[in-house]
């Protein structure tokens, strides 16, 4: 499930580079868990970062961006579209920090992103990029890191992290209704 979500994430953007692999591997399988302590805070967050968003990348159209079996992205752009609320979002986020992380899991699949960057159908990265950056990583204990600023230039990344079971109760508890591309 996760390689099949990481693939359609390198179709989706196709210029992605070494860290924003890493950074979407990293948040499959960690969450959110490094980035809120409390609704608060994740609300003030979430507020500053509406207020700059800008204009959307214009593929920016996708509400749910799945990452395997237990996390999803909620891109803001769209949610913001349907009159989402920020309020349920860090709600939300917050209700996120109980599905846990599984950093076995997330070696398990970066190494086999490693290994697939070998592969001739491989759609990411150069698997030297891929390693240089996992030399770089492996000495800080694999930190979360940022998308490389081109990529995220290009694509203009605006997201939360949320469980699965989180993104569903949200949208199901304002009616955004995915399936139709509509609000109910």
Not at 79 to 103: F, I, N, T
Not at 161 to 184: C, E, F, G, P, Y
């Amino acid at each position: 499930m996760f390689f099949h979500d990481l693939d359609l994430h390198l179709q989706r953007y196709p210029e992605l580079q070494a860290e924003d692999v890493y950074k979407f591997c990293y948040q499959a399988f960690f969450g959110i868990g490094h980035l809120i302590s409390d609704k608060d805070q994740a609300l003030r967050w979430l507020q500053a970062e509406t207020e700059e968003l800008g204009e959307p990348w214009a593929g920016d159209t996708l509400l749910i961006e799945p990452m395997g079996a237990t996390y999803v992205r909620l891109h803001l752009h769209p949610y913001l579209r349907y009159q989402g609320s920020l309020e349920k979002l860090a709600e939300a986020m917050l209700q996120s920090l109980s599905a846990g992380v599984d950093s076995l899991r997330f070696q398990d699949a970066w190494s086999e992103i490693l290994n697939l960057s070998l592969k001739e159908d491989w759609r990411g990265p150069a698997y030297d990029d891929l390693a240089k950056l996992t030399q770089t990583l492996k000495s800080q204990n694999f930190p979360i890191i940022h998308h490389n600023k081109q990529t995220n230039t290009m694509y203009r990344f605006h997201y939360r992290i949320l469980s699965l079971t989180a993104a569903q109760d949200l949208l199901k508890s304002q009616a955004i209704d995915v399936r139709s591309n509509r609000k109910q």
